[in-house]
């Protein structure tokens, strides 16, 4: 009787955990408000602003890690570096508008911890439930402040997104020569978007600036970079061995 009753007792306390834990997995949480916006005000809301994406650039360059963004590293154990991550922050300071599908939000203040970590934990029980690991969200367990999509920050998911959702047209080179073609002929500028490499993308990065003559300058993090000048000598040096692929970002925003 009473091994009964321990049964019984263990059975109700695994029964209220268990809706307690999914009651706390649908409760919506609170996200603070992203304020990038006052400090890198639009000139509209209809285009995308290339200089204030030149100015965050600049300044994501010295501060890696800000209020509202999280700076990705394998070093603290995250699934991945921030390459993807800084071009994404460059493009929602030119004014793209974050979607279910890509996004970072850091958690308010006042959501409790459980929440956060039960939040990652029902992801992971997703995954399992439909057997499927592509999930757009992603799942990094080492900072429980915030949430984002692998669209937001993985190279390769994210060129897939922006190729369907922000680029105007896409081109495919495999040597600086048909790149510099690329970018004098297609008049590639400021706030475009250059991934390495072609067929197996592992890095990207963001046109910074363009020069009358059509030198580009480049930025990025994994290391920060601002300005960095892609040319005949440093094409190889800079990564693109493998070629790249260029997206050229509409100037009507969505």
């Excluded at 009358?212 to 061995?241: A, M, Q």
């Amino acid at each position: 009787m009473k091994k009964r009753r321990i049964i019984i007792s263990l059975i109700i306390v695994i029964l209220f955990s268990a809706a307690g834990f999914f009651i706390t997995a649908v409760i919506p949480a609170k996200f603070e408000k992203n304020d990038i916006r006052s400090e890198f005000p639009l000139k509209n809301e209809t285009e995308y602003d290339r200089e204030n994406v030149r100015r965050y650039a600049e300044y994501a360059s010295e501060y890696l890690q800000n209020d509202t963004f999280r700076f990705l590293s394998s070093e603290n154990g995250d699934s991945a570096t921030d390459c993807a991550n800084f071009v994404s922050q460059c493009l929602y300071a030119g004014g793209f508008k974050m979607t279910d599908e890509w996004y970072m939000k850091k958690y308010s203040e006042t959501v409790p911890e459980i929440k956060r970590t039960t939040d990652k934990i029902a992801l992971t029980l997703r995954r399992f439930i439909s057997l499927s690991f592509d999930l757009y969200e992603g799942n990094d367990y080492t900072d429980t402040n915030y949430m984002w999509t692998y669209t937001w920050s993985c190279a390769g998911e994210q060129i897939d997104f922006f190729e369907d959702n922000f680029a105007e047209k896409t081109f495919e080179v495999n040597d600086f020569d048909e790149f510099s073609d690329i970018v004098k002929n297609e008049n590639i500028k400021t706030g475009d978007i250059i991934y390495q490499s072609v067929g197996n993308i592992h890095h990207v990065v963001i046109v910074s600036k363009v020069s009358d003559d059509g030198t580009v300058y480049i930025s990025s993090h994994n290391p920060p970079l601002f300005d960095c000048e892609i040319n005949k000598d440093s094409w190889t040096k800079r990564g693109f061995s493998g070629g790249a692929v260029i997206l050229k970002i509409k100037d009507k925003l969505p």
